[in-house]
């Protein structure tokens, strides 16, 4: 006897490959390339060096929020392209992990920059960029690799230590996070780990 509804091998083959193949996606993680850290740590130290020069640092908080921008732009570039070069779609559940992990502590140090500024506490402000940006590494190292949460215990460090140093020493933290770290970080991951990508 026939069955009422009989299920046709090609579709049953067709749902299971549907079904590994987001198993998998889901359980893929994020390959970061190193040269996106390279790409930031270098747009971070050109912020540290002009910050620091006595004629600019009265503009300080300017020339670190433009860094941002540029450095957002450049490493997001970078590390969208060995993505799509890989098929993997950036609306992806790797991405979107990796995407939900290091934005919330991102919105909470843009929140935490414009209530500083407001209330003129710009003292603060050095800290709450590193140490925040680390946590938001800590989490991405998650969908990630270990390194990049290790990566962010030392911004976190870096962090704690400008909220009680005096001003003039927080450019130079800033640059040995954003900058130094990013480089070092960078070729740490081109050369061991999930990439090659320098």
């Not at 939900?100 to 500024?117: D, E, I, N, Q, R």
Request: proline fraction near 6%; include cysteine; charged fraction near 5%.
């Amino acid at each position: 006897m026939q069955p009422p509804n009989p299920v046709t091998i090609d579709s049953h083959a067709a749902a299971t490959l549907r079904y590994i193949r987001t198993s998998m996606e889901g359980a893929t993680s994020f390959a970061l390339p190193g040269s996106a850290g390279i790409a930031m740590g270098v747009v971070g130290l050109f912020a540290a060096v002009f910050s620091s020069a006595p004629s600019l640092h009265p503009y300080w908080l300017s020339i670190w929020l433009f860094a941002a921008v540029l450095a957002g732009g450049v490493g997001g570039a970078l590390i969208a392209r060995p993505a799509s070069l890989q098929g993997m779609s950036l609306s992806g559940a790797p991405v979107r992990k990796f995407m939900l992990c290091l934005l919330p502590s991102l919105f909470a140090g843009t929140v935490m920059t414009a209530v500083h500024w407001f209330y003129g506490n710009l003292h603060a402000i050095p800290g709450t960029w590193l140490l925040l940006y680390g946590c938001a590494l800590i989490a991405a190292g998650v969908p990630t690799t270990r390194t990049i949460s290790v990566m962010g215990g030392l911004f976190v460090g870096l962090g704690l230590l400008a909220l009680v140093l005096p001003d003039r020493l927080q450019i130079l933290l800033l640059g040995v996070g954003f900058g130094a770290l990013h480089v070092l970080f960078g070729f740490i991951i081109g050369q061991v780990g999930h990439g090659r990508q320098i």
